[in-house]
Nanobody, 127 residues
Framework: QVRMVESGGGSVQAGGSLRLSCAAS????????MGWFRQAPGKEREGVAI????????NYADSVKGRFTISQDYVENTLYLQMNSLKPEDTAMYYC????????????????????WGQGTQVTVSS
């Protein structure tokens, strides 16, 4: 059974940094697409950052470009999200996801096609 466990969330002031980790079971990250998504209260889940493993492409939502960095460690089976210059609007529950077959990077933004999800980690940014 595939397990994805997020950690690293917390409460920070605007301008601060957090590093989220997603510990995955063996081979869970051996997939075409993996990514980080977030959901704020009353809003739909949205993509934050994705990796298209076929060619190593990383893409980011416009709202986080230049501030967030996604990376993966296949040895440690861990997906990371480094978040810098945090803003109050980044406040949300953050989820990692894996398990999607894709032929192009743009497909990796399709939230409903991921098979594996973590339980989420809360990020709260105060002004």
């Amino acid at each position: 059974q595939v397990r994805m466990v997020e950690s690293g969330g917390g409460s920070v002031q605007a301008g601060g940094s957090l590093r989220l980790s997603c510990a995955a079971s063996r081979y869970a990250l051996h997939t075409d697409c993996m990514g980080w998504f977030r959901q704020a209260p009353g809003k739909e889940r949205e993509g934050v950052a994705i990796i298209y493993a076929a060619d190593g492409t990383t893409n980011y939502a416009d709202s986080v470009k230049g501030r967030f960095t996604i990376s993966q460690d296949y040895v440690e089976n861990t997906l990371y999200l480094q978040m810098n210059s945090l803003k109050p609007e980044d406040t949300a529950m953050y989820y990692c996801a894996s398990g999607m077959t894709a032929f192009r990077a743009s497909t990796c933004w399709r939230t409903d096609e991921y098979r594996n999800w973590g339980q989420g980690t809360q990020v709260t940014v105060s002004s």
